[in-house]
Nanobody
Framework: QVQLAESGGGLVQAGGSLRLSCAAS????????MGWLRQAPGKERQFVAA????????FVTDSVKGRFTISRDNAKSTVYLQMNNLKPEDTAVYYC??????????????WGQGTQVTVSS
């Protein structure tokens, strides 16, 4: 059974930084692409960032480009989302997701419970 556990969310002022972590209990972690998605109240879930299984290919959506960075440590079965220069519109529940495949995409089979990120103005 695949389990994903996010951590690192919280309350931060605009302009601040947070680093989200997602620890995966998945035997094939190093062969699975990973992603981060977010959902703000009253809005649809948004694809934020993704990384290939090897880590050599990444994607970040335009609204966070230059501010957010996705990375992974396959030895620790953990994926990270470094978020800098946070804005109030980044407020959302952030979900970690795992995909059956090495290349990143926008469809994921396994999801974490989410971690709340709140950015105050």
């Amino acid at each position: 059974q695949v389990q994903l556990a996010e951590s690192g969310g919280g309350l931060v002022q605009a302009g601040g930084s947070l680093r989200l972590s997602c620890a995966a209990s998945r035997r094939t972690f190093s062969s699975n692409a990973m992603g981060w998605l977010r959902q703000a109240p009253g809005k649809e879930r948004q694809f934020v960032a993704a990384i290939s299984a090897s880590g050599d290919s990444t994607f970040v959506t335009d609204s966070v480009k230059g501010r957010f960075t996705i990375s992974r440590d396959n030895a620790k079965s953990t994926v990270y989302l470094q978020m800098n220069n946070l804005k109030p519109e980044d407020t959302a529940v952030y979900y970690c997701a795992s995909r059956d495949g090495e290349t990143w995409g926008d469809l994921y089979e396994y999801w974490g419970q989410g971690t709340q990120v709140t950015v105050s103005s």
